[in-house]
């Protein structure tokens, strides 16, 4: 299976600012973004998409996603849309334990990976399909790449998907080839 592994466009958010599942708006055009990446992708595919409006904008200027809540970014609970300059000593405490840290009301990265993986898990239950396209979050995409990777969580991390950029797994019986990384 081609997978090919979308970030949605540039949010509409101030640098330092924590915002996960908050559904803010984008600060470039989902067309534009549409648009250029349009060449770099096969001529036919299965679309999914997180359901919030960054990555859904994108999507349906690409066809018609299948939204599934288990794509969303991590949930930052009471840090959503608060700058991380004022969340003191908390971050120093989530730097000691990145996959495992709750923001109050919020979710971890190892809780967000259990449904991004149960969503992947599913889709490559399914029978061979053609191409598939997702449109998607930095959190979410790092887990889908990085256990089809074979990468020990901890390393997820170094995985940065840059907004409006695509990468392309291939997926084979036998393992995984990263094809390419962010164009």
């Not at 534009?32 to 999914?48: C, G, I, N």
């Not at 409006?53 to 999507?59: K, Y």
């Not at 969303?72 to 405490?93: C, N, Q, S, V």
């Not at 061979?128 to 889908?144: E, N, Q, S």
Request: charged share 20%; net charge negative; proline share 10%.
């Amino acid at each position: 299976m081609e997978l090919h592994l979308i970030r949605h466009p540039r949010p509409d958010v101030p640098a330092g600012v924590c915002y996960g599942q908050a559904d803010v708006g984008l600060a470039e055009s989902a067309a534009e973004v549409a648009t250029r990446l349009r060449p770099l992708l096969p001529a036919d595919y299965v679309l999914h998409a997180s359901p919030l409006s960054r990555a859904r904008l994108l999507a349906a200027e690409l066809g018609a996603p299948v939204l599934d809540d288990r794509l969303k970014e991590m949930h930052f609970g009471e840090w959503e849309l608060r700058p991380y300059a004022e969340l003191g000593p908390a971050i120093d405490t989530w730097a000691t334990d990145p996959l495992g840290f709750r923001a109050p009301g919020g979710e971890s990265a190892r809780d967000m990976s259990a449904r991004v993986l149960q969503w992947l898990d599913a889709l490559l239950a399914s029978p061979p399909a053609p191409p598939v396209v997702v449109v998607a979050h930095g959190g979410p995409l790092r887990a889908i790449a990085g256990h089809l990777l074979g990468l020990p969580p901890e390393r997820w991390l170094g995985l940065d998907f840059a907004c409006g950029h695509v990468t392309r797994l291939d997926v084979e019986d036998w393992g995984v080839v990263l094809k390419w990384f962010n164009r």
